[in-house]
């Protein structure tokens, strides 16, 4: 028998069982792996022919993120696709029926013994509709709508109990997420306040009487003795006594990534100290409880500037690829509806010895909005050539190979004292060999900070030229370094806190404590609303220097 290891977290989770187990953890402590996959196994195997939801975000996200670590943690118990579960098809006949069989298979997993589970996405619509679902699997939770959910999976979750009611696990469900950095993505942290630690100590006395009790009928057996139906019955009643607590159990736990060093190890928790922004760092990998500055320089953004908007025709191309990363590789900016393929695509940018942004967006004038498409930065020894790259990378389907680039003085006459090229020289060469139409457009020394401050919060505040509206999907650490931009009252007005931007890096401050990426998106939007370039270039025209 091969022996899985499963961490203090996955453990808990799976030991106790709850009806409601919410799992609020940091990165790399393997919720989808080791909690979301057992889970589902559980509900599978005790409820032949039920009926589960796996509830995401947005259909893109349950493709890149949910399914593979689901179909990874499947493989790790010993289920094989095409064997004990099929994808995105009709099953084969020898799988057995379900209950009640989907409308049609192209999101349903379905599995040899009749069980069925269906991905709920909230960016598609009807993908809950006329459900009836015996459990829920919720990932990502802090990017779920609350509200959504409660309309139309929570009512969905209330199937067959002509068949499963005797089971502790029906109409369970299981929450995943990384602690939220907003009022918006909070919804589940109640759960704490919903959990009887009485309850669950209970549970846990039963779990270690329940073994002992096994442990001792072993014994008889292995002796090739009858086990005596007192043990049996202690055996029977301990076990309905333990499903009894679990069928009304809430279990609400927060871990951070540390917990799990010794299979993620050091390096990795210092790599990521390095590699994400702070707020990241803090709420994605030590778990803490954050939320927006309320009195931050962004202050008139709320949680209605941001959207998600995938191409699902395309999404629906790639079928249902088993790796993160091979997912990755195909996604483009042909996942994205809101890029409007034939309109040049405008950038804003920030220069840094360490770290360099680009912030790309298309104003929209007929509804007065400016759509931040995607950011992109790189770090350390990737300079502008490579960042520049990145987004060519990305966008090397879009048709209109046109950038409209805002730069300020920032970008001129400097460089990273390694060659004689300023950042605009550099910035346009490298679009030029990519084949791409650079407009650049001078927006001269860079904007006062409080006419900055007052021009972009009247800009979210709905009374600007045009109001900003983030792509949730593709601007994670953006949003996350605007939520957390610091203001201080200076002599003229209020500025942005950038106090720490110019410090030496140390572990305690680290260059993603910075402002760069934010500064990044002011460059476009002040570019967009005060520079507005209404060119129409032709998809075949000639370069533009």
């Known amino acids: 028998m091969k022996s899985i290891y499963f961490n203090k977290v996955q453990q808990r989770a799976l030991l106790i069982g709850a009806k409601v187990t919410v799992i609020v953890a940091g990165r790399r402590t393997g919720k989808t792996y080791g909690c979301a996959a057992p889970y589902v196994l559980r509900n599978v195997q005790r409820m032949p022919g039920s009926t589960g939801g796996i509830v995401v975000p947005t259909f893109k996200h349950g493709l890149t993120n949910t399914l593979p670590g689901l179909f990874n943690g499947l493989k790790r118990l010993g289920w094989r696709e095409n064997v ?8 084969p006949k020898t799988f057995k029926e379900a209950i009640i069989e989907p409308r049609e298979y192209e999101h349903v997993i379905s599995f040899y013994n009749g069980a069925r589970a269906v991905l709920i996405s909230q960016d598609r619509p009807g993908t809950a509709n006329s459900l009836t679902l015996d459990w829920l699997l919720i990932d990502e939770a802090k990017f779920i709508d609350f509200q959504q959910l409660k309309d139309e999976a929570f009512p969905a979750n209330g199937g067959t109990k002509l068949y499963f009611g005797k089971h502790a696990c029906h109409h369970s469900v299981m929450i995943l997420s990384d602690m939220p950095q907003s009022q918006k993505g909070s919804w589940f942290l109640h759960y704490r306040e919903q959990m009887d630690k009485e ?31 007192d043990l049996t019955y202690r055996i029977h009643t301990t076990d309905r006594r333990l499903n009894q607590l679990r069928s009304v159990a809430v279990y609400y736990a927060e871990w951070s990534t540390i917990e799990n060093i010794d299979v993620v190890g050091e390096e990795y928790i210092r790599q990521m100290k390095r590699d994400l922004t702070p707020l990241t760092f803090q709420t994605s ?29 395309y999404l629906d191309s790639l079928g249902y690829v088993h790796s993160e990363a091979e997912y990755k590789r195909l996604i483009n900016s042909n996942a994205d509806a809101d890029v409007r393929p034939n309109d040049p695509i405008c950038i804003g940018m920030d220069y840094n ?18 759509n931040v498409l995607k950011s992109f930065f790189v770090k350390y020894d990737r300079k502008l050539p490579e960042l520049v790259n990145d987004f060519c990378d990305y966008y090397e389907r879009h048709a209109n190979k046109t950038v409209i680039f805002y730069y300020d003085s920032t970008a001129v006459g400097n460089n990273y004292a390694v060659s004689r090229k300023d950042f605009r020289y550099t910035i346009q060469e490298t679009f030029r060999r990519r ?31 045009l109001e900003p509206f983030f792509n949730e999907d593709n601007n994670e650490d953006l949003l996350l370094a605007i939520r957390s931009a610091g203001v201080s ?16 890096e140390t572990e305690e401050d680290l260059l993603e404590h910075r402002t760069d990426g934010t500064d990044a998106f002011d460059t476009l939007y002040i570019g967009c609303v005060t520079k507005p370039q209404r060119v129409a270039v032709s998809v075949n025209a000639p370069g533009i220097s």
């Not at 004990?84 to 099953?91: A, D, I, N, S």
């Not at 962004?298 to 995938?310: E, F, G, I, K, Q």
Request: avoid cysteine; hydrophobic fraction near 40%; aromatic fraction near 10%.
């Open 199 to 229: 309850v669950i100590a209970a549970i846990e006395t039963l779990l270690i009487d329940l073994q002992a009790l096994r442990q001792k009928a072993g014994e008889y057996k292995d002796r090739g003795e009858e086990v005596p139906k």
């Open 285 to 313: 990998i030590l778990s803490l409880r954050l939320g927006q500055d309320l009195a931050g320089f962004y202050n008139s953004m709320t949680d209605r500037h941001t959207y998600h908007a995938s191409n699902f025709a």
């Open 435 to 465: 084949r791409w139409r650079v407009v650049p457009v001078y927006l001269g020394s860079p904007m006062a900070h409080p006419e900055k401050y007052h021009l972009i919060n009247e800009g979210f505040a709905a009374r600007g030229a």
């Open 353 to 370: 010895a360490n770290i360099n942004w680009i912030v790309a967006g298309q104003p929209d004038w007929d509804n007065r909005r400016l």
């Open 84 to 91: 004990h579960y099929v994808v995105g098809r009709k099953p």
């Open 489 to 504: 009252r200076g002599r003229l007005g209020f500025r942005k806190n950038k106090s720490g931007e110019k410090l030496a």
